[in-house]
């Protein structure tokens, strides 16, 4: 690991998925700025290549993960004890991954979409919360932030796969929360609100991204979440427009 920047997470270890683009891109770069060192996953080298690039631009460090969540299941079980292999500790986890399934009637979900929501949305979740667990414990302050949506309370039309993903999701990191509470450990939900990301130009292919708010520009609020003075614990952090 290259010398730590300055910065209040100088000498942490932050582990960032779906970092590749979007929200899990800029919040590792702010991380980065804050001093920590990044472990970036994600499925696409090059995009990674790119972020690394831009936190090293920063004058930060990161190490690349390349890494399939619903087909690399072993070797997403082995991440949390490979980065305390290497570095000796684990601080921080930021959970930005996730696949947008078709939009479709909830009695006209196809078999193949299910399962990959299943295995993205919910299996990979588990899998982070379960190989991050015992060194964010073992962390001085351990911290854990996990993206949601709006949807999981407001359900709407057409959005019942993702929302019953992200449902998921919010069920175990409250769960999660509650069973650290005694802990130094600190879980958390953001709920980002509209972004101009890459899954969102999907869902809303009309929609001007110039009227939205940029990755960047929640990015500072969810590293944030990540700081060793914050206190809260299961809670959902929404971040209006």
């Given at each position: 690991m290259a010398a730590a920047a300055a910065g209040p997470l100088a000498g942490s270890v932050a582990l960032v998925t779906g970092a590749s683009r979007g929200i899990g891109a800029a919040t590792a770069l702010e991380l980065a700025r804050l001093g920590a060192h990044c472990v970036l996953t994600a499925r696409t080298q090059g995009a990674l290549e790119e972020i690394d690039d831009a936190i090293r631009g920063l004058g930060g460090s990161a190490t690349l993960f390349p890494l399939d969540l619903a087909k690399d299941g072993e070797k997403l079980d082995m991440l949390g004890p490979s980065i305390v292999g290497r570095f000796g500790r684990l601080d921080i986890l930021v959970h930005a991954a996730g696949?947008?399934?078709?939009?479709?009637?909830?009695?006209?979900?196809?078999?193949?979409?299910?399962?990959?929501?299943?295995?993205?949305?919910?299996?990979?979740?588990?899998?982070v919360i379960r190989t991050c667990d015992p060194p964010l414990r073992a962390a001085a302050a351990g911290r854990a932030v996990l993206l949601t949506d709006g949807l999981v309370a407001q359900p709407r039309a057409?959005?019942?796969?993702?929302?019953?993903?992200?449902?998921?999701?919010?069920?175990?990191?409250?769960?999660?929360?509650?069973?650290?509470?005694?802990?130094?450990?600190?879980?958390?939900l953001v709920d980002p609100g509209p972004v101009a990301t890459r899954l969102r130009a999907v869902a809303m292919p009309g929609e001007d991204a110039a009227t939205l708010r940029q990755p960047a520009d929640v990015a500072p609020a969810i590293a944030a979440l990540c700081l060793p003075g914050e206190t809260r614990n299961g809670a959902l952090v929404t971040l209006a427009a």
């Open positions: 696949v947008l399934p078709k939009l479709t009637p909830v009695a006209h979900i196809m078999p193949p979409d299910w399962q990959q929501v299943v295995a993205v949305n919910l299996t990979a979740c588990w899998r057409y959005w019942g796969l993702y929302g019953f993903g992200k449902a998921g999701q919010e069920h175990l990191a409250r769960s999660w929360a509650a069973e650290v509470e005694t802990t130094p450990l600190r879980v958390n």
